[in-house]
């Protein structure tokens, strides 16, 4: 027995040593390094473009989540971009040969003679002869990647746009032109090569959503994504763009594994895979469109036209074949570049989008642009086009959903062929403001799902905490997703410290960083050793979502000056239609009265649980508003701290204290004041502005209860900053003269109070006021409406009284009676 265990353990236990040693295929993978170059190009001086920005940061945080290590920028001059793309090549040649490298570029790409230019913002192209020298060449930086021994190679130009910068010399061809990918390369088009994809309102572009729609998709293998994504765009798009890819990378990649937990396909895999793999004439005219497109070759499009000719579909792709083959005929003559090549295509295609390529290359040739009588045709690979064909080819800009054709929409594509897209991924928020210059747009990310995560092979990216949290809707909803604040004292415009993100070489933790070229840039801008770039003035389209920029103490929903606002340390302003214009003298504030704070608002400067009033002389306060004590235009300056201020007699305050305030006693009802021979509507509408003086209650600190407001005016006399007690002892009789006083001459003004007030003309005010509290109230006051004349008889009145002690009535008594 001890034998045979022995034996049996002597044959278990080396397999078990080879098991425990075998490595994972997974982790017996060499680590995959990530990086990625995103660039945005949007405020173009000619036509800006309203989405590129915002597509590259939605790319780029994609990418992030798939454990790229990304840099990125938007709006970059050309010597800065061709720094970036040298800095990047560098890069990927410091990975290793395990490195995936991908470049996306947004904006206006343009072809000239076979070849694809980007063009930055601060190009000047007018001619077809300015492209090679103001835009880049794409091949020159894809062969240097070519180059190097990575594992996969990514370039995608989401620049197909009908430009518009030539104006002269000979037209070229639109869109971007039919290349040949190198090895371990793909390169991508958002739109056909020759055609280009229509203007989007935003916020983001049809083609850069779909794509990070099928990135986030996982188990997808390279392929299959650009597959996914031509179907998804031609679909969103209504048939108006068709995207085009070519590949030659054999290595296996994929951006996201999809886990075992993940819910089963709605079709199975096998079953899609014979479906695909029919011939388009065994095929529905639904599943047949699908196929051609997912298929995306000519011999596809041409089978779908032969199977189904009369289909409402058959235009649409025929203008697929007439682009297409247009296309191939033009790089078949490019690559020859003999006379007798661009004879053959003017031959076919005497007014073709390259007919201006083909003349430009035979004057370079010294070749006559007419053929001779008899020459030798090359042999195309293509056969030449059907006449029905040459109306889609034969003008300037082809765009698939140009109304002059007609298409009709079409069919969306079967669930087998593309699935439907993410409930949360199908309407997409519009990305946070940017916080400085070649920042890129940070999108609202949305969490990936539980089962759809990056391979384990992957190195993680240094710096990366969307790769560390793609499932972790916290860390998404706290830190991810919250909004920055903007630079002190800048912002996404042209100030100094709009600069300070992209010096720092990263505008946050959850963002790319910049290319190091670009914080250079930056550097030497904000040290004024290089200009302001004019693409930080231009603004493009407005963004569907994103509020104007406000100022910094106006909350994001309100308009600036639409109404009333408190700041901490100044007067809140009065809206517009509550009180006049700033008045010269107004004391002590320079702004107008206000209402109230309401109870979501900060509370007045100086007054119980509000911030202290700022020191006499304090700057400007956020805004532009100045400071509470700084003296108003035409005013006097007090005399000593605290005290107040003395109007301007030119005009009249609306901040006069009211006369009827007695110190020690409760405020009387305001009363309205009106200019010398003013009429009854005048004095309506001084009734409704009541004065602005500071009750004793608030001068010492107490909380007065508010008042009510009349046609819509704030009549609360306490929207000022507090006065000192010692200050508000001799509050107003000596400025009341002079703030009441108006421009016209005539003698004091008229009183529209009751009898029981005591409205005295403010030139004789104090005098009136000092004698008038001893007498009698109802002998003082039995003034009729017209008052001047009883004002001018007001200082007899208190000699009235001394008649009375002496009554000689008891002297006329009878004798018999000692009293009468």
Same mark, same amino acid.
């Given at each position: ?5 022995? &034996? ?5 236990? @080396? ?59 938007? /709006? ?6 061709r720094k970036s793309f040298r800095d990047f090549i560098q890069k990927a040649q410091a990975s290793g040969p395990g490195t995936v490298a991908m470049i996306y570029l947004a904006g ?6 076979? $070849? ?11 001619? /077809?002869? =300015?492209?090679?020298? $103001?835009?880049?060449?794409?091949? =020159? ?82 392929? !299959? ?10 679909? &969103? ?19 996201f594994e999809r886990g075992p937990d993940a819910p089963p396909p709605a079709t199975a895999p096998d079953q899609v895979a014979a479906i695909r793999s029919k011939p388009i004439r ?74 201006? /390529? %083909? ?10 642009? $007419? ?11 293509? @056969?030449?086009?059907? @006449?029905? !064909?040459?109306?889609?080819? =034969? ?13 009709? #929409?079409?069919? #969306? ?9 993410? #409930? ?60 920055? %604040? ?13 600069? +300070? ?50 100022? %910094? ?32 003298? +107004? ?94 509507? =005048? ?26 407001? +009349?046609?819509? $005016? ?60 001893? +007498? ?45």
């Amino acid at each position: 027995m001890r034998g045979t265990l022995k &034996a049996f353990l002597c044959f278990l236990l @080396p397999i078990l040593f080879l098991a425990a040693g075998a490595p994972d295929p997974a982790r017996a993978q060499q680590q995959e390094k990530r990086i990625a170059l995103v660039v945005g190009n949007g405020a173009y001086a000619k036509s800006p473009l309203a989405t590129t920005a915002n597509d590259a940061g939605l790319i780029a945080q994609t990418l992030q989540a798939a454990g790229f290590d990304v840099v990125g920028a938007r /709006d970059l001059d050309g010597d800065t971009l061709r720094k970036s793309f040298r800095d990047f090549i560098q890069k990927a040649q410091a990975s290793g040969p395990g490195t995936v490298a991908m470049i996306y570029l947004a904006g206006y790409g343009v072809q000239l003679a076979g $070849e694809n230019y980007f063009v930055p913002v601060d190009s000047n192209v007018t001619r /077809d002869t =300015d492209i090679p020298t $103001e835009a880049l060449r794409i091949s =020159d930086y894809a062969r240097q990647l070519a180059a190097l021994p990575l594992k996969a190679n990514i370039l995608v130009l989401d620049a197909a746009r009908a430009q518009p910068f030539i104006e002269g010399g000979q037209p070229i061809a639109s869109g971007l032109a039919l290349v040949e990918p190198d090895p371990n390369m793909l390169i991508a088009f958002n739109a056909a090569p020759g055609t280009v994809a229509p203007e989007e309102p935003g916020p983001y572009g049809i083609y850069a959503q779909s794509l990070a729609e099928m990135i986030r998709t996982g188990g997808l293998p390279l392929a !299959e994504v650009f597959d996914r994504l031509r179907l998804r765009v031609n679909e &969103a798009s209504k048939g108006a763009q068709v995207p085009w890819n070519e590949q030659k990378i054999s290595a296996p990649f994929s951006f996201f594994e999809r886990g075992p937990d993940a819910p089963p396909p709605a079709t199975a895999p096998d079953q899609v895979a014979a479906i695909r793999s029919k011939p388009i004439r065994d095929l529905g005219v639904q599943d047949a469109y699908a196929a051609a497109l997912q298929r995306d070759t000519l011999p596809a499009y041409e089978e779908f036209l032969a199977t189904y000719p009369n289909d409402p579909m058959s235009g649409r792709v025929m203008a697929i074949v007439a682009a297409r083959r247009e296309a191939i005929t033009w790089r078949r003559t490019y690559r020859t570049d003999t006379p007798e090549a661009y004879w053959s295509y003017l031959r076919r295609y005497s007014r073709g989008p390259h007919a201006g /390529d %083909a003349r430009r290359r035979l004057a370079i040739l010294t070749a006559p642009v $007419e053929p001779p009588p008899t020459f030798a045709m090359i042999d195309y690979d293509v @056969p030449p086009p059907p @006449p029905e !064909e040459i109306v889609y080819v =034969d003008r300037p800009v082809l765009l698939f959903g140009d109304p002059v054709f007609g298409f009709a #929409p079409p069919p #969306p594509p079967p669930v087998y062929y593309l699935p439907p897209p993410p #409930p949360d991924f199908i309407v997409l928020e519009p990305p946070l403001p940017v916080v400085g210059l070649f920042v890129l747009p940070q999108p609202l990310f949305v969490p990936i799902p539980v089962f759809v995560r990056p391979p384990i092979y992957v190195a993680p990216p240094p710096n990366n905490i969307i790769y560390q949290n793609i499932h972790n809707t916290t860390v998404i909803n706290t830190v991810i997703n919250r909004p920055l %604040a903007p630079p002190p004292g800048g912002g996404p415009g042209t100030g100094p410290a709009s600069l +300070a993100p992209a010096v720092a070489g990263r505008a946050n933790p959850v963002g790319p960083a910049v290319p190091q070229a670009v914080a250079q840039r930056a550097a030497l801008i904000q040290q004024g050793k290089a200009p302001m770039p004019p693409s930080a003035t231009i603004q493009p389209t407005a963004r569907p979502g994103i509020p104007p920029v406000t100022p %910094a103490n106006v909350a994001p929903n309100a308009v600036p000056n639409a109404g009333p606002r408190t700041v901490p340390g100044a007067v809140p302003s009065a809206a517009p239609s509550a009180a006049p214009a700033a008045v010269p003298g +107004a004391a002590p504030s320079a702004a107008p009265q206000a209402k109230l704070p309401a109870a979501n608002t900060l509370p007045v400067p100086g007054a119980r649980g509000g911030p202290p009033a700022p020191p006499a002389g304090a700057g400007p306060l956020p805004g532009g508003r100045p400071a509470p004590t700084a003296t108003a235009p035409g005013a006097t300056p007090p005399a000593h701290p605290g005290a107040p201020i003395a109007a301007a007699p030119a005009t009249a305050s609306p901040n006069a204290t009211n006369p009827a305030a007695v110190p020690g006693q409760p405020p009387k009802p305001p009363v309205a004041q009106t200019a010398p021979g003013a009429g009854p509507a =005048d004095r309506a509408k001084s009734a409704t502005r009541g004065p602005a003086g500071t009750p004793p209650a608030a001068a010492a600190g107490k909380p007065v209860a508010p008042a009510p407001l +009349a046609a819509r $005016e704030p009549v609360r006399p306490q929207t000022r900053p507090p006065v000192p007690p010692q200050a508000a002892r001799p509050v107003a009789p000596p400025p009341r003269p002079q703030a009441v006083a108006r421009p016209t001459p005539p003698p004091p003004p008229r009183v529209s109070a009751p009898p029981p007030r005591v409205a005295a003309p403010p030139p004789p005010r104090p005098a009136p006021v000092a004698v008038a509290r001893p +007498a009698p109230p109802p002998v003082a006051r039995p003034a009729p409406p017209p008052p001047p004349p009883r004002v001018a008889v007001a200082p007899p009145r208190p000699a009235a009284p001394p008649p009375r002690p002496a009554a000689p009535a008891p002297k006329k008594c009878p004798p018999n009676q000692p009293r009468c």
